[in-house]
C-alpha cells in the first residue's frame, strides 16, 4: 500500500497531475502515510519560494452583506450580528500600522456591502496606494460586474480574492440561496482574470454535502483557472447558521489537500488560514508544513473584530496587530521559515 502512494506522489511531482482515482486516495491519506507527502510539497515550495512566508494585512472592514450564504456567520439573515462598517480614514490607519509593522499588501475583505459605492471602493483603493505605492492592494468584496472590476483594477488594485466555494452545481445550491449561482461566480474569477488581477479562488474543505467528487471537481476546475493564490481551510459551524449543527472539516484532510494542491500547482500562494489555527491549536504551523507560504494577521481595529465572526470560535480575536505578527513570526521561525517583507507576487517559474 505505502508504495503505491509513494507512486502517486512521485507521479504528482513529476507531472503535476495525476487521475481521479488517484487525487482521491491522496486526500484520504491516513496520517500514518502522510509524511512522504509533506516532504514532496515542501520540496517544491522551497524550489519556488524557498524558506520565504509572505504576510498578507487583512482589513476587515464591513461585516455587512446582501447575501445569505447558509455557511456564514455574517449572512444578511444574521439578525443578532452587530454590523459595522470601517471609514476610509479607519481603514487608512490600519494601512499605517500595517507598514510600519513591515506588511506590504494590504487585503480589504468584507460581505458584499451596498452602502459603497464603486467611487467609494476605487477612492480608498487609490488613497491607499496613494500613501504606500510600494504596497499591492487586494481586494476580496464578492461578485461585481466586469465594469465594475475593471474600475477596481483602474484605481490600483492588482489582487483579487474570491473563493469558488464548490464547483459541483448541486453542492453550490446546497451551500447557496436561489439567489446565487455557480455559473456567476466562476464568470466573474474569468473576468478578473482577463482584466489582468492576480486571481485567488478555493473553497472549505468538509463544508455540508462535499463529497470526494466535489473535491476533485474543484482541483479540476482551480487547474482550468490556474489561480495565482487558492485560499483553503476547514469548514466550521457558526451557530447562527442553518449549518449550526454539522460537522467541522478535517484537519488532516485539509493538510492533504494544500499538499496536493502544492504539488498541482508549484508556484501558487497558498495561506495557511486562520481557520486551521482555529480548529488545532498549530494548525497553522502544520499548514505551512505541508506546504503553504502565506500567512495572514489581522490588521482590523481589535473593538470590530468579534463582529468579523464567519465562523465559530476564531482566534485572533483580542489581539493588537503587533502583538499577531509578532506571534505569527514565532510560529513560522518555529517550523523553519522566515517571514519577509516584501509585497509577495507569484512566482510562478523558478
Ligand atoms: S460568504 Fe461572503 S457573500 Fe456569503 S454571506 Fe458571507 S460575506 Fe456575504
Redesign the pocket.
Known amino acids: 500500500m505505502t508504495n503505491m502512494f509513494k507512486d502517486i506522489i512521485q507521479k504528482l511531482y513529476e507531472t503535476q497531475n495525476i487521475t481521479d482515482d488517484e487525487i482521491k486516495l491522496l486526500i484520504d491519506l491516513p496520517e500514518s502515510e502522510a509524511a512522504p507527502l509533506r516532504e514532496a510539497a515542501l520540496k517544491r515550495r522551497r524550489e519556488y519560494y524557498g524558506n520565504d512566508v509572505f504576510i498578507r494585512g487583512l482589513i476587515e472592514f464591513s461585516?455587512y452583506?446582501?447575501?445569505?450564504?447558509y455557511?456564514?456567520?455574517?449572512?444578511?439573515g444574521n439578525t443578532q450580528v452587530e454590523r459595522y462598517h470601517l471609514t476610509k480614514d479607519q481603514i487608512l490607519q490600519c494601512c499605517d500600522t500595517g507598514y510600519t509593522l513591515s506588511f506590504r499588501t494590504f487585503v480589504l475583505q468584507?460581505?458584499?456591502d451596498l452602502s459603497y459605492s464603486d467611487d467609494d471602493i476605487c477612492d480608498i483603493v487609490s488613497s491607499i496606494k496613494k500613501a504606500y505605492p510600494d504596497c499591492a492592494v487586494t481586494l476580496s468584496i464578492?461578485?461585481k460586474s466586469k465594469e465594475t472590476y475593471q474600475a477596481y483594477f483602474d484605481a490600483g488594485a492588482t489582487r483579487y480574492l474570491l473563493r469558488h466555494e464548490t464547483a459541483t452545481p448541486d453542492h453550490y445550491a446546497h451551500l447557496?440561496p436561489e439567489s446565487?449561482s455557480l455559473e456567476n461566480r466562476k464568470q466573474c474569477l474569468w473576468n478578473l482574470k482577463s482584466i489582468g488581477f492576480q486571481v485567488g479562488a478555493g473553497f472549505m474543505v468538509g463544508s455540508p454535502g462535499q463529497t470526494l467528487d466535489c473535491l476533485v471537481a474543484d482541483l479540476r476546475f482551480l487547474q482550468e483557472l490556474s489561480p495565482d493564490m487558492i485560499g483553503i481551510g476547514p469548514f466550521i459551524p457558526h451557530a447562527q447558521t442553518p449549518f449550526a449543527h454539522e460537522p467541522q472539516g478535517s484537519l488532516l484532510r485539509t493538510l492533504n489537500l494544500l499538499s496536493i494542491l502544492r504539488l498541482m500547482f508549484p508556484y501558487v500562494l497558498l495561506p495557511s488560514t486562520t481557520a486551521l489555527g482555529t480548529i488545532d491549536p498549530i494548525g497553522r504551523e502544520l499548514g505551512l508544513e505541508a506546504g503553504a507560504n502565506v500567512v495572514m494577521p489581522n490588521l482590523s481595529p481589535v473593538d470590530v473584530r468579534k463582529f468579523y465572526a464567519?465562523y465559530d470560535n476564531k482566534i485572533c480575536m483580542g489581539d493588537e496587530a503587533a502583538q499577531c505578527i509578532r506571534c505569527l513570526g514565532m510560529r513560522v521561525k518555529c517550523v523553519g521559515f522566515r517571514i519577509v517583507e516584501d509585497i509577495g507576487n507569484v512566482r510562478r517559474s523558478v
Do not use: F, P, Q
Open positions: 461585516n452583506c446582501k447575501n445569505n450564504c455557511y456564514c456567520g455574517i449572512r444578511a468584507g460581505g458584499e464578492g461578485e447557496h446565487m464567519l
